[in-house]
């Protein structure tokens, strides 16, 4: 009621101030009347007679004039002039009669100064045939076109000859031109005048329609599009005409004059321009908004009722019948006998016919709260919710509570604020599932009787509640009768401050270096205005305000109502404290809102630039098998926690190539790859928790390799008195006396005279005798099992 009187003011406000405006230019246009007026008013002779002291004397002149005595003065009679000078009489000069003019307008109150550019005549009767004309207008290549004594166009335009025609036909006729000149507008001449004239009148227009937009209860969007339709539809009008010939004369009008001649409906082509520009300009502003609440629920796949279905899986001999495929066909359809050569899809209970049975849940119910007996209803049917210590047993308005039932065999629940019929007629899944359950549990937030009848007066809304719950089985048993919960809002005055009870990012959260500001979003737990400071200050001195929900149907998912801003001033590598207070009851006086006393504190961490301080692998990495394992590996530091963070890679480094690494969220991210011989390049993005990113690029090699080590030479070592032989890889190497025919394992070990060069083995020098040696590289790479790498003879060296 506040606003609606509110408005009305406002709108009475305008009213009186659209009248003074409206009186101002009328008085102005009765004085320039006046002036006119007194301008055209005949000059005025008084002749002083001598004076007789006996009125009605009369004396007689020679000529046969009479003067008659009346008041002390001789008042001449008849049609004689006395002079009393000379004592002489002479007869009134004879004036014409006044010409003929029906069938023509003489102009009035027309002269050069507000003329048009036009030629009028005056004293002439009815012209050329054409009843009313008054004059014409000059046209581009001396035509005219006629006008009436208002400057109105009358009948088609004529051509340079025909114009010459009627001046000499108004000339025959003893008329003549009285004026001609441009354009005079209200303060300014030719088309300036029109285009102020035009600005003027346009302004009036859209005033007026926001004057009545806002007592009739349009829509601004209306009311706005509207006043821009008219200001650019008279404005559009006004200019074509000042370039016209009465303006400008920019030689726009063509010899038709189609512009400025009447076109229909009294409007002329210049005017329907007008009217044109007018509707684009309302069609391209005009946009109509509502505002329409949307309950969207992203829900699981649900099953039919029943099992009628059920055996449509156990049907196909090429496809098993699965359990996902069994229980997508029907609630009650269940895999049996799994595992054996008799496993089915079958109705379970297909004869069950009775609805669950709903009994209140006491495990989830909000602390400090009860279940008791419901006020109409057996204990069966329902049940109510109070709050413990409170007098009227009310619940705190903005106060989430949570509540469950539970039933007897799974089923899928609904909840209403109305009685329906059937479940399907209900309007929300009970807890926001339509899962087929044994315990259910609902949360919700409810606001004060006070704010909802202030915002939804229709509702009268008392604050006392009863939802009614219906559930059903997997075959389709439901409740007849609903089971209700009842529970009333406390109704009384609203004392509480606003609770700020999340926001979207978390407190002490790291923020990206560099970043300067974060944008932000607060939940509240009922609707409220909302501001914030680097420093804990009174609401009223806080300087940045926010944007907030300020109505009960702008509620979120979570029950709370939202609002957003843009933190600035974070300085890097440093403790951003940020603090917040809130107002409630937006639409009430400032007396009877509640603001917090303490502010809520929120951090954010300045962060560094992070960095990638190594990678790997590098060179070449070898293996003998057809892929050889490599391990990718990433090592970040600094950033937003030391170098903690999140590393993907690439193998061409388009945007969305990039892979999660198998080990990351950490200092060291690693990711092991199986390749085959090539060269390869990949490239690491490292991201942290504030949001600072790092890239490298890694390059490196693999070789298969799977050959056995090749022996190069073999010769006796007089200085060891040995056998030697090089190999041309590192290699183990072992040898048999007996042939070649041994497992490496089981033959006699050369040994390394130096740890560091694996090439070179010795044996102990066995004259006579026959070695059969085989190597092995680090790989594993050896020869085939009855095969050797070298058989060397002892006899053949000496």
């Not at 895999?335 to 050569?341: A, D, I, P, R």
């Not at 075959?475 to 606003?498: H, L, M």
């Not at 929120?602 to 630039?609: A, D, E, I, K, W």
Request: aromatic letters at 10%; one cysteine or more; a negative charge.
């Amino acid at each position: 009621m506040v606003y609606r009187r509110g408005a009305l003011l406002k709108g009475l406000s305008i009213l009186q101030i659209y009248l003074i405006v409206i009186s101002v230019f009328s008085f102005a246009f009765l004085i320039g009347e006046i002036t006119n007026v007194n301008g055209q008013s005949a000059y005025s002779f008084s002749r002083f007679m001598p004076k007789y002291s006996e009125d009605g004397l009369t004396r007689e002149f020679p000529n046969g004039a009479v003067q008659t005595l009346d008041g002390g003065e001789w008042i001449d009679s008849g049609e004689f002039i006395v002079d009393s000078n000379s004592f002489s009489a002479t007869p009134k000069p004879v004036e014409p009669p006044a010409p003929e003019t029906s069938g023509f307008k003489t102009l009035k109150g027309v002269t050069p100064a507000n003329a048009p550019q036009t030629h009028l005549f005056t004293g002439v009767e009815g012209v050329g045939g054409r009843a009313g004309i008054a004059g014409f207008r000059e046209l581009p290549g001396g035509g005219g076109q006629p006008i009436d004594a208002n400057m109105a166009d009358i009948g088609p335009s004529l051509n340079a000859e025909e114009l010459k025609a009627l001046q000499a036909e108004v000339a025959a006729k003893g008329g003549g031109d009285v004026v001609a000149g441009g354009y005079k507008g209200t303060f300014l001449n030719g088309g300036s005048g029109i285009l102020l004239d035009g600005l003027l009148f346009a302004a009036a227009v859209a005033g007026a329609i926001q004057l009545i937009g806002g007592l009739a209860g349009w829509d601004k969007s209306l009311t706005d599009s509207l006043s821009a339709a008219a200001i650019g539809g008279i404005m559009t009008t006004s200019i074509i005409q000042s370039i016209g010939p009465t303006g400008y004369n920019w030689g726009l009008y063509g010899p038709n004059n189609w512009l400025a001649t009447n076109q229909g409906l009294g409007i002329t082509g210049a005017g329907w321009v007008g009217v044109i520009a007018a509707v684009v300009i309302f069609a391209a502003t005009y946009k109509k908004e509502s505002t329409k609440i949307v309950n969207f629920q992203c829900l699981p796949y649900e099953a039919p009722i029943g099992g009628r279905d059920c055996e449509r899986c156990n049907g196909d001999a090429f496809r098993p019948c699965s359990e996902y495929r069994c229980k997508a066909l029907g609630q009650s359809c269940e895999l049996v006998n799994v595992g054996s050569s008799d496993e089915k899809c079958v109705w379970v209970n297909p004869n069950d016919a009775l609805s669950p049975t709903i009994t209140p849940w006491t495990t989830p119910l909000t602390e400090n709260h009860r279940y008791t007996s419901h006020a109409t209803r057996p204990a069966s049917l329902g049940t109510k919710i109070v709050l413990n210590g409170a007098t009227n047993g009310c619940i705190k308005a903005f106060t989430p509570l949570t509540f469950g039932i539970t039933t007897n065999e799974p089923a899928q629940c609904k909840l209403d604020l109305e009685h329906k019929k059937t479940l399907d007629e209900m309007q929300f899944f009970f807890g926001n599932t339509n899962l087929y359950l044994y315990n259910h549990t609902q949360q919700f937030s409810l606001p004060s009787p006070d704010s909802l009848n202030a915002e939804l007066p229709e509702l009268e809304n008392d604050g006392k509640y009863d939802f009614f719950i219906r559930c059903r089985d997997k075959n389709g048993n439901e409740n007849v009768d609903e089971f209700a919960v009842q529970f009333c809002v406390d109704p009384s005055p609203d004392t509480t401050a606003p609770v700020i009870v999340d926001t979207s990012i978390p407190s002490d959260s790291f923020v990206k270096f560099g970043v300067g500001s974060v944008p932000l979003q607060v939940y509240v737990n009922e609707p409220a205005t909302c501001k914030w400071s680097s420093q804990s200050k009174e609401y009223s001195v806080m300087e940045n305000t926010m944007n907030c929900a300020t109505s009960l149907t702008q509620i979120n998912a979570r029950e709370l109502y939202t609002c957003t801003t843009n933190l600035t001033g974070i300085k890097d590598r440093e403790e951003n404290k940020f603090f917040f207070r809130c107002k409630d009851q937006p639409s009430k006086a400032e007396e009877d809102r509640n603001v917090n006393v303490a502010s809520y504190e929120f951090n954010l961490r300045g962060s560094q630039p992070l960095n990638i301080i190594s990678v790997g692998p590098n060179g070449t990495t070898t293996g003998n098998t057809q892929t050889v394992p490599v391990n990718l590996k990433v090592v970040t530091d600094d950033g937003a926690n030391e170098g903690v963070s999140i590393c993907s890679f690439s193998s061409t480094g388009l945007p969305n190539s990039y892979v999660l690494m198998f080990e990351t969220n950490a200092v060291e991210s690693t990711q092991r790859l199986d390749l085959t011989t090539g060269n390869y390049n990949y490239r690491f993005r490292c991201v942290d928790y504030g949001g600072n990113a790092a890239e490298a690029n890694v390059t490196f090699s693999v070789f298969v390799d799977n050959v056995p080590p090749l022996v190069t030479r073999a010769y006796y070592d007089s200085t060891n008195i040995a056998l030697k032989i090089v190999t041309n890889e590192d290699a183990v190497c072992a040898y048999s006396l007996n042939s070649c025919n041994f497992n490496f394992k089981e033959g006699i070990e050369l040994i390394y005279s130096q740890s560091s060069n694996k090439k070179s083995h010795y044996a102990e020098w066995k004259p006579n005798m026959a070695y059969y040696i085989k190597c092995k590289d680090s790989f594993d790479n050896e020869p085939a099992p009855n095969a050797c790498s070298i058989v060397v003879s002892a006899t053949s060296i000496g």
